[in-house]
C-alpha cells in the first residue's frame, strides 16, 4: 500500500487551494525526499493565487519549507557544504535552481536573473510526477541539483521558517549592493517580512540606529520587542510622506536622512520617498518591488543632486540561502525569532493566507 500524503494544491486564479492527496514520492537521482516540518506562506503566495504572477496549475504552493530528509537517493551523500547527510537530518533548501549554463548565470554570474530557474512552489506543476514539488505538503521531492543546508544543531525549525524566504532575500540585496558603516543610520520602509529581515541584518553589519518605517502598530511593536530596529515611524500616525521625512529628519544627525535607506514596502510611491529619506550620497536599495504594481512618479533631479548610489535586488540563490543559514546562530541570540510565527495546520491553508492578505500577522506558517 502506497501512503498518501496530503499537499494545499491551488488548481485555478482566486480559488481556495484543495487539500489533494499524491503518493509518497521516492528520491530521483541525486535528489532527497523531505518530511516538511513548516512551511511557510509568503505575500509572493498571496500574489500567486491573485494571478498577479502567473504561475502553472494545478501546483503544489510554497516556496519556503523547513523538514526533516525522509529518504536519500545513494548519489546524494552531501550538503551543499559538504556536511554528511543522512536520513533523519533536518535541513532547508535554496527554493530554486538556476540553470548554471546561461547567459544570465555564466556571464553575467547572477543565478537570480536566470530565466529558466526552476523553483519549487512556483513554477512546477504537480500535474505529473512526482507532484510534490512545494512545500505546503507532507513531502517534497528535491531533486538533483538543489541546495540542502542542514540546519546547525542550536537552531531550531521555528528560528529558521521564521523570516521565510525574507531573510535571503534581504541578504542578498544588502551583502552585494550596500555598504554599511559603524554609526550609520539606515531607514527601513515596509514592516513586513522582508523589512524586518533588512532590519536585522542592518543592524548585524554595523548600523547604530535603524528605523523602521511601517504599519500596523502592533507590527512594529513586536519588531522593537524582538530587537529588529532601534526606532519606528508608525505610518498610521505619519501619514503622509512630508510628515514622515520630517520625522525622520529630526531622528538623524544634523538632520541629514538617512545613510542608508531599504525599500521593503512593495509600494511604488516608496521608491519616490526613499529618494527624500536618503541622505546626500546615501544608498537606497529598492527591495520590495516584487511584483509590477505600475509606475510612479519620481522626481530624478534628487538623484543627481544628491548623488545617490541606487541598487535593486531580486531574489537570491543558493549562496544568499547559506549565508542565511549561517547567519541564524548569532540572529537567535539577538532575537526571538520565533515570536513571529503564526502557525495553522495544512488544511486550513486558505485560512492562514487570508489572515496574510489582511495583514493580520507577522509570518504565517503551516504545519502538516
Ligand atoms: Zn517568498
Ligand atoms: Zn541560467
Excluded at 36 to 60: E, F, Q, R, W
Excluded at 326 to 342: I, M, N, V, Y
Amino acid at each position: 500500500v502506497t501512503e498518501l500524503i496530503k499537499a494545499a494544491v491551488l488548481t485555478a486564479v482566486n480559488k481556495p487551494l484543495e487539500i489533494q492527496e499524491f503518493p509518497a514520492p521516492a528520491p530521483s537521482t541525486g535528489g532527497a525526499v523531505v518530511t516538511v516540518a513548516y512551511a511557510g506562506i509568503c505575500g509572493t503566495d498571496i500574489h500567486l493565487k491573485s494571478g498577479n504572477l502567473p504561475v502553472p496549475m494545478p501546483i503544489v504552493m510554497g516556496h519556503e519549507a523547513v523538514g526533516t530528509i525522509a529518504a536519500l537517493d545513494p548519489a546524494l551523500s552531501t550538503d551543499i557544504n559538504g556536511a554528511p547527510l543522512r536520513v533523519g537530518d533536518r535541513v532547508v533548501w535554496s527554493n530554486n535552481i538556476p540553470c548554471g549554463r546561461c547567459h544570465e548565470c555564466l556571464v553575467l554570474k547572477e543565478r537570480t536573473l536566470c530565466k529558466s530557474r526552476k523553483i519549487y512552489g512556483i513554477n512546477r506543476t504537480s500535474s505529473d510526477a512526482p507532484h510534490l514539488l512545494g512545500g505546503m505538503a507532507g513531502q517534497i521531492a528535491l531533486e538533483a541539483g538543489t541546495a540542502i543546508i542542514r540546519i546547525p544543531d542550536e537552531v531550531s525549525f521555528e528560528e529558521v521558517i521564521a523570516l521565510g524566504c525574507a531573510g535571503p532575500t534581504a541578504l542578498h540585496g544588502m551583502l552585494e549592493n550596500l555598504t554599511i558603516h559603524p554609526g550609520d543610520t539606515v531607514a527601513v520602509q515596509g514592516s513586513g517580512p522582508v523589512g524586518l529581515a533588512a532590519a536585522i541584518y542592518a543592524k548585524q553589519m554595523g548600523a547604530d540606529q535603524v528605523i523602521l518605517l511601517g504599519a500596523p502598530a502592533s507590527r512594529l511593536e513586536l519588531a522593537l520587542e524582538i530587537g529588529a530596529c532601534d526606532e519606528v515611524i508608525d505610518m498610521g500616525i505619519y501619514t503622509d510622506s512630508a510628515a514622515r521625512l520630517e520625522k525622520l529628519r529630526q531622528m538623524t544627525a544634523q538632520e541629514r536622512g538617512a545613510d542608508v535607506v531599504i525599500e521593503c514596502a512593495g509600494v511604488p510611491a516608496a521608491v519616490a520617498e526613499s529618494l527624500d529619506l536618503a541622505r546626500p550620497n546615501g544608498q537606497v536599495l529598492v527591495l520590495g518591488q516584487y511584483t509590477d504594481h505600475g509606475a510612479t512618479p519620481i522626481n530624478p533631479h534628487y538623484i543627481t543632486k544628491k548623488q545617490l548610489k541606487i541598487f535593486g535586488s531580486w531574489g537570491f540563490a543558493e549562496a544568499h540561502y547559506v549565508k542565511y543559514v549561517e547567519s541564524l546562530p548569532q540572529l537567535r541570540k539577538r532575537h526571538d525569532l520565533g515570536a513571529l510565527l503564526t502557525v495553522f495546520a495544512l488544511e486550513d491553508v486558505n485560512e492562514a493566507m487570508d489572515t496574510v492578505a489582511a495583514g493580520q500577522c507577522t509570518k504565517a506558517v503551516l504545519k502538516p
